[in-house]
């Protein structure tokens, strides 16, 4: 079994079903760690939750954007009010339901938004997954305690590690071997290809935007990208067109 991690796939159906060919994923029996916000950007949110149903060995991380679905789910009302690549995800689940509808809401994807982890700590690795960071300064045990939205909304942990210089690791009260996060669009940087800075390897590349979708072996740190994702859907109005 190989372990696969991938980054923000914000509703880019026809990127993720590339990524997944491109490097040859076994839906049987490989492992998929998704880093969370598979919601919002274009029109297929429904469709990319279909796909990541069929795999069997998966661990779905809770990005901010799903965190909203999710409170919507929950609520009937959007955080966000469908903004920030929200209308993206209305018009998935508006086109594959009667109408907008928590209670209409499949039952499986229901529970793929529920069950959705705040990290993973890979013990066997010593290295963790989460969408956004964390303090660096507290364990995670106080992290979570202290605030559980941080793992979906941090930004100061990648401030940090891009502040390190060449080969230096960023420390953590948690001395992990390597990190891997998504939730700040690294696509300008490196062409387009994911960033490793103080032991953190980022992966959204931009597909919620105009870039590419990034799946990574975490063992080898080989990747394969999908097209351009403006270039996969030239049509999509609901899109969000700039960084």
């Known amino acids: 079994m190989k372990t696969f991690v991938i ?3 914000h509703g880019a159906h026809r990127a993720l079903v590339q990524c997944l060919e491109r490097c040859g994923f076994n839906k049987k029996e490989d492992l998929l760690i998704n880093l969370g916000d598979v919601c919002d950007g274009w029109n297929y949110t429904y469709e990319c939750v279909e796909e990541l149903l069929t795999i069997e060995n998966r661990i779905d991380l809770l ?6 679905f999710r409170q919507w789910m929950l609520t009937g009302v959007h955080p966000d009010r469908w903004i920030q690549g ?8 508006e ?19 529920q069950y959705m982890a705040l990290y ?5 690795r010593n290295v963790f997954f989460v969408h956004a960071g964390f ?7 106080d992290n979570k305690a202290d605030d559980p939205a941080i793992f979906y909304w941090d930004r100061t942990l990648w401030d940090k590690a891009m502040s390190c210089k060449h ?10 071997k390597e990190i891997f996060i998504g939730h700040t669009t690294c696509s300008k940087l490196r062409k387009g290809l994911p960033v490793r800075a103080g032991g953190v390897w980022n992966l ?10 990034t799946i990574m072996d975490v063992d080898t740190k080989e990747f394969w990208q999908s097209d351009l994702v403006k270039n996969l859907y030239p049509d999509d109005t609901s899109r969000r067109t700039h960084y």
């Open 167 to 176: 080969e230096q690791k960023l420390q953590t009260v948690d001395d992990f």
């Open 7 to 9: 980054g923000d796939i």
């Open 86 to 93: 929200g209308l993206g995800c209305y018009v998935s689940y």
């Open 95 to 113: 086109r594959n339901m009667e109408r907008m509808d928590p209670g209409l809401v499949p039952v499986e994807h229901w529970k793929f938004f």
């Open 204 to 213: 959204d590349t931009g597909a919620g935007w105009e870039g590419k979708l």
């Open 120 to 124: 993973y700590k890979d013990d066997d």
């Open 135 to 141: 303090d660096r300064y507290k364990s995670i045990a």
């Open 63 to 68: 990005g901010n954007h799903d965190e909203w």
